[in-house]
């Protein structure tokens, strides 16, 4: 029994899951990028509300997810998955969505994904304790480090100052770490995009009442790049962005996999640039340099 257990946990196919884990965690983390851009972009010229393009891309993406569940003859999701659905739905179609769109009405994109850079960190707490994952001492310090060194970063570029969007955003990764780690828990009965999907139809009466009390005063005048960034919010980052995200977390562990995101913090500020005209900094280079080594530390002591 015991020679069969080390010939299990000395297989390479150990190790390539948590190879595919980080590569299909880093597939979302990519996906999920262009999300505060992209909600930038919704919400120019005030046509379209922060209620609306919040809840309008959740409607949106639980049609999808509607539709391919139809698709695949799903059942029903067995009670093993009631809760962490509950989780995923509060805090991946609620709580981070919502609060950040509101955020991101008076701060750039950039600044706020500077502050969800300790998103990873919160993942791997909620995740590590709901899964009872056992990390050594080294990841821990890797990752309190980076999220550290994240913060310090968006402290002194808010010039040593909280406004209530900072509070808004710190909320939203709190209840974001909860959504990842349990929708993560929930793929191990279900695949990634059932768990999304069905976490988007729970949410679906609060999203789809929202939407309809919030509609634009004047469809006509909304240009057509809002309406093409709410399309991209609600069929790619609130949905097929987590059939990677989800997978990958749970192949690669939720504590290790998660910090990976901690470079998606890097890769919004070059898209904000590219898009949105926001300025690349030169310190940004240097805390990007340092927190995707402590990335590679951590993994490798995880």
Not at 210 to 227: K, Q
Request: charged residues 10%; aromatic residues 10%; hydrophobic residues 55%.
């Amino acid at each position: 029994m015991n020679i069969s257990r080390q010939m299990r946990a000395d297989s390479p196919w150990h190790g390539r899951a948590g190879f595919a884990g980080f590569t299909l965690g880093a597939i979302g983390v990519l996906i999920f990028s262009l999300t505060m851009p992209m909600t930038k972009i919704a919400l120019a010229g005030d046509t379209l509300s922060p209620w609306f393009v919040w809840a309008g891309r959740a409607v949106l993406a639980a049609f999808a997810g509607m539709a391919y569940l139809r698709l695949i003859e799903a059942k029903l999701p067995p009670r093993a998955t009631w809760w962490p659905l509950l989780g995923t739905a509060t805090g991946v179609v609620f709580g981070w969505p919502l609060l950040n769109t509101l955020a991101l009405q008076t701060v750039p994109s950039s600044h706020a994904a500077v502050v969800n850079g300790i998103l990873p960190l919160a993942t791997a707490i909620i995740g590590a304790t709901l899964n009872r994952e056992r990390l050594s001492r080294v990841f821990w310090l890797c990752a309190v480090a980076g999220t550290l060194l994240v913060c310090g970063y968006a402290w002194l570029r808010a010039a040593g100052t909280l406004h209530l969007a900072d509070m808004l955003l710190l909320l939203g990764v709190l209840l974001g770490g909860l959504g990842y780690a349990s929708g993560a828990i929930a793929a191990k009965y279900l695949s990634g995009p059932e768990v999304i999907s069905w976490a988007l139809i729970i949410a679906l009466p609060g999203t789809l009442i929202m939407a309809a009390l919030n509609p634009p005063a004047n469809v006509s005048a909304v240009p057509l790049g809002s309406w093409f960034a709410l399309a991209y919010l609600g069929l790619m980052s609130q949905w097929v962005g987590f059939f990677f995200w989800y997978r990958g977390l749970l192949l690669g562990g939720i504590a290790r996999v998660s910090q990976v995101q901690l470079v998606q913090l890097f890769l919004t500020l070059g898209l904000s640039a590219l898009m949105l005209g926001e300025p690349i900094e030169t310190s940004m280079i240097l805390v990007a340099t340092l927190t995707l080594s402590l990335i590679f530390i951590g993994r490798k002591a995880a």
